[in-house]
């Protein structure tokens, strides 16, 4: 089974803050995603990445940055949170090239004060 | 603007009976479309898809019909049971990018 840990279930950050989340999975996968998820608007995609050191702007990636140092971590950075950042976000690896199957971590639940 | 929308936010069903969650997609180049079910504090599982090439795709309890000339697609549980009470999402893939745009979320609640 593909397993897909998130560092942190939940975070509690002030406002101005940096906020680091991070993504580690152990199936090889070289595709990885960054989404969040908020009540009636579904997953929406921050940012992924097809291989290490590269990575792509989805559809919200303002306010956001991303590092992918080695195969198996993606990280998502805040560089400095908002309010509107307050959100479930949700690692995912995979990304077949035919039918696009994710593998999701349990995520990680951030609000910003 | 959603490419991939599920109208009906929450639906609710007796035990034993039927669900249908429906979704519409704008984009014909998606060539490929998923269902996920996601529980509270969990992260979303992949559940069931189907191809563009084809109409309808079965396993167990779950069918997935689509309907390529509405751009329409539904998934049918049946008989539903209160473990099937998750939020469910659509998604749909696109080949030129290699991405899944998701729909907004049908929360399916099965009544004992």
């Known amino acids: 089974d593909v397993k897909v840990t998130q560092s942190s279930r939940y975070l509690v950050k002030r406002t101005g803050e940096k906020v680091f989340l991070e993504c580690v999975q152990d199936?090889?996968?070289?595709?990885m995603f960054w989404y969040r998820q908020d009540p009636g608007l579904g997953l929406r995609l921050i940012y992924f990445?097809?291989?290490?050191?590269?990575?792509e702007k989805g559809d919200i990636p303002e306010g956001y940055s991303v590092s992918r140092e080695k195969k198996e971590r993606f990280s998502l950075i805040l560089e400095s949170a908002s309010t509107n950042q307050t959100s479930m976000y949700l690692c995912?690896?995979?990304?077949?090239?035919?039918?696009?199957?994710?593998?999701f971590g349990e995520g990680s639940r951030l609000t910003v004060l | 603007d959603q490419q991939v929308k599920q109208n009906s936010p929450s639906l609710s069903v007796q035990e034993g009976r039927i669900s249908i969650l429906n979704c519409d997609y704008t984009?014909?180049?998606?060539?490929?479309f998923l269902w996920y079910k996601k529980y509270p504090a969990e992260g979303p599982t992949f559940l069931i898809s189907?191809?563009?090439?084809?109409d309808k795709n079965e396993d167990g309890r779950f069918t997935v019909f689509l309907n390529k000339s509405a751009k329409h697609l539904s998934l049918h549980i049946v008989p539903s049971q209160p473990g099937d009470s998750a939020v469910y999402f659509c998604?749909?893939?696109?080949?030129?990018?290699?991405?899944?745009?998701f729909g907004g979320g049908t929360r399916l609640m099965v009544k004992p």
């Open positions: 984009n014909s180049m998606f060539d490929y």
């Open positions: 199936m090889d996968h070289e595709n």
């Open positions: 995912a690896c995979g990304g077949s090239l035919n039918t696009g199957e994710l593998f």
């Open positions: 990445s097809y291989d290490v050191k590269m990575k």
């Open positions: 998604a749909a893939h696109n080949n030129a990018g290699n991405m899944l745009t």
């Open positions: 189907i191809s563009s090439i084809k």
